[in-house]
């Protein structure tokens, strides 16, 4: 199937490992001129040389401001913005009695805040276009919560209703707003939790654990003008793991 997404531009956050740079593998691979971002810059610019992506920009979500420069520094390298891939970092557990409100502030930043600066941005350049897809990356929690994961849930949830209120808005300039809530996946924050095969087995229906190439190959699909009429959805890649939507 050809994507017609060669010439494409993308910025992808969270891309130095796991999830994010998987999707910007899959974006490359379809001949998307694709920026990448994450904290650590030293990893994040051997990953730039691994899989040849055009720029690697530094820079850390959990401080105001970063998302906006850093969006405004590929608009400003590629000239235009097709398509941005918002991705952060799972925060730190906590009961609702164990979470602090500076975790509050530092989470609200690192997961709404940063997606918002990076929106007001992005989406007045693709209404320019008359083409845009935003895809957020987010998790389970926002639509099941999980235990222990209080601000995770609150946060994640609350995107969801912000992708849909701004997809209504932009639909008619050929922009779509997804969400993609990846289920349990083969990646290195899942492997420090030493699942058990068993235990897997017991959470996922399916059996096994995601490959972070089967959400990215979802999110490079919806890219493209072949997903132009998917929008404001949340889009579970998880192996049957939610039961409830």
């Known amino acids: 199937m050809n994507l017609n997404l060669t010439g494409k531009t993308a910025l992808v956050f969270g891309a130095s490992q796991g999830i994010g740079k998987a999707i910007a593998v899959s974006l490359i691979a379809e001949g998307v001129k694709v920026a ?66 500076d975790q509050w502030n530092t989470d609200f930043q690192s997961i709404w805040l940063s997606v918002v600066e990076s929106l007001q941005s992005a989406l007045p350049k693709m209404s320019e276009n008359n083409y845009g897809r935003v895809l957020m990356v987010t998790s389970l929690a926002a639509k099941e919560p999980l235990p222990g994961l209080t601000t995770s849930n609150g946060l994640r949830a609350g995107l969801a209703g912000l992708t849909r209120s701004i997809s209504n808005e932009y639909a008619s300039k050929g922009i779509t707003l997804n969400l993609l809530l990846p289920g349990y996946t083969n990646t290195d924050r899942l492997k420090a939790l030493n699942l058990s095969e068993e235990k897997v087995k017991e959470l996922v229906p399916a059996g096994r654990l995601g490959e972070p190439c089967e959400l990215a190959d979802m999110a490079t699909f919806l890219a493209s003008e072949k997903g132009a009429y998917i929008t404001g959805q949340s889009i579970a890649i998880d192996g049957g793991v939610l039961k409830g939507h």
């Open 36 to 101: 990448i971002c994450s904290r650590t810059e030293s990893t994040l610019n051997q990953t730039k040389n691994e899989i040849k992506a055009e720029l690697a920009i530094p820079g850390d979500l959990t401080k105001a401001g970063e998302a906006k420069r850093i969006t405004e520094q590929v608009i400003k390298e590629f000239g235009r913005l097709d398509i941005l891939i918002t991705n952060t970092g799972g925060p730190a557990k906590g009961n609702f009695s164990e979470v602090t409100l």
